[in-house]
């Protein structure tokens, strides 16, 4: 039977501290990531794009996990996680300061990189704090504590989009309006400029915040875990040789790929679908709290079910299932309902990360930084579906595009819940069980011969 040891706890010791302290960082995460909804919808505002060009937001964000993810995973070893995270602050204050420029220089291209920036040290700092979450009690409910540090998550996803809309937006209806009316081109692109220009003041106490908290964490009491010493299981310092010896980490990097699509379709991407539905701009920079507010309810759900009445891969199911029925639903609606059917989608993705990761990393041991480093690479999947969506409802209806999409997600994420989380641990299970009993009874015939 595998089995994985959890981080062994000095006496009178406890890890909320460290815990705390990665809640802080997780607040951080998804203050920026969950900003990109509302940021979609004012890149296309403010620099006349389309629903494509907007939507490479989510690219040039999430496309760094997938580029970066293993360099950082060799780095890590050498430097462990608290500086790994320590550093990745640091990227992002360089990203922020950066963004801060190229908005007030009105540059599309030159805010594209900021956010590549930005997403590079987010996945540095997420190929860190991960894992660390995870192996810092025992794997079997490291669902709850991700749980918990997914409250943090998606209560910032909850306030970000109103201090953004309320700091930034503003009446983005009557502005358009404005816009529109403008005597000249020349006057409509000032107004343009000047309301790109807005973002220059927030992102630049951003950058200074980042740095401050890089600085915080580079010299605090977080204690360095290494994953080699903590999530070993009984086979792994033996007989795996490779990381390509366990088949259920690289089914859930698929798993987190498409969970991740799925999530950003119904994080960032809701802006747009309700755009569609032709639901005015003042409603529509609300929307991805909506979806977080969903997110935080499954969050707390979660945290009172698991493990204690349902395990982390059952209740991986339920939530699959779960969003299989509100995508048929959205689809099958119109307007608000629809868009309030999307938003439910966050409940059933609360529990997906905080079961899929701990699954996936299970029993990795030494080959943990790197297993966490490939599921790491599976965000890109936030920025493939997104623009599978955008160019796709140019040709199709806009919700059955989102409907096929969402629902491909869930039945693969059913799948993993129900069986790929254990290929190739079963069978080591079953292959371990069977040399135990040949030794067994290899010494049974040893008795016998002794006694004969």
């Known amino acids: 039977m595998l089995t994985v040891q959890p981080i062994v706890q000095p006496p009178g010791r406890t890890y909320l501290r460290p815990m705390l302290t990665i809640g802080m960082l997780y607040f951080v995460t ?11 919808v004012f890149v296309k505002l403010a620099f006349r794009l389309d629903d494509v060009q907007a939507l490479l937001i989510t690219v040039v964000f999430y496309v760094p996990y997938f580029l970066f993810a293993l360099p950082y995973a060799a780095a890590l070893k050498r430097i ?50 991960n894992p660390y979450v995870s192996i810092l009690g025992p794997i079997d409910s490291a669902a709850r504590r991700v749980a918990t540090m997914g409250i943090c998550n998606k209560t910032a996803g909850i306030l970000a989009p109103y201090v953004f809309g309320a700091l930034v937006m503003g009446s983005v209806g009557e502005f358009v309006s404005r816009v529109k009316a403008a005597p000249t081109a020349a006057h409509a692109d000032a107004l343009l400029n000047a309301f790109a220009a807005r973002l220059h003041g927030p992102y630049l106490t951003l950058a200074a915040i980042l740095a401050a908290l890089a600085i915080f964490i580079a010299f605090s009491s977080l204690p360095d875990i290494k994953p080699s010493e903590v999530n070993v299981a009984e086979r792994s310092s033996h007989s795996a040789r490779s990381i390509f010896s366990f088949p259920h980490l690289w089914l859930g990097v698929l798993c987190i790929f498409t969970y991740i699509g799925a999530e950003v379709l119904a994080g960032d991407a809701i802006g747009l679908y309700g755009q569609s539905l032709n639901l005015p701009l003042d409603a529509t920079k609300h929307f991805t709290s909506y979806t977080m507010s969903a997110m935080l309810v499954g969050y707390l759900v979660g945290l009172v079910l698991v493990p204690r009445f349902i395990s982390q891969q059952r209740y991986l199911v339920v939530s699959a299932l779960i969003g299989v029925l509100l995508s048929v639903c959205a689809y099958l609606s119109d307007g608000y309902t629809s868009i309030a059917f999307i938003a439910a989608l966050g409940f059933a993705h609360a529990m997906m990360w905080p079961a899929i990761f701990p699954l996936a990393i299970k029993g990795l041991g030494r080959f943990t930084e790197t297993g966490s480093a490939l599921l790491i690479m599976g965000i890109v999947g936030g920025a493939v579906m997104p623009q599978l969506f955008a160019h ?14 969402t629902v491909s997600c869930y039945l693969y994420i059913m799948y993993y819940g129900f069986h790929g989380h254990m290929v190739g641990r079963r069978e080591s299970s079953v292959t371990s069980r069977s040399q135990t009993q040949r030794t067994r009874h290899g010494s049974g015939e040893n008795k016998d011969k002794e006694n004969v």
């Open 30 to 40: 998804g203050a920026f990531s969950w900003l990109n909804g509302p940021l979609t």
């Open 80 to 129: 462990g996680m608290k500086r790994g995270m320590a550093a990745g602050l640091g990227v992002m204050s360089i990203g922020a300061l950066s963004f801060s420029w190229f908005v007030g220089a009105h540059s599309y291209p030159g805010v594209l990189a900021s956010l590549l920036v930005i997403g590079t040290g987010l996945s540095l700092m997420q190929t860190a704090y």
């Open 392 to 405: 796709l409802k140019r040709v199709y209806d806009f919700q059955f595009v989102y409907m096929l999409l």
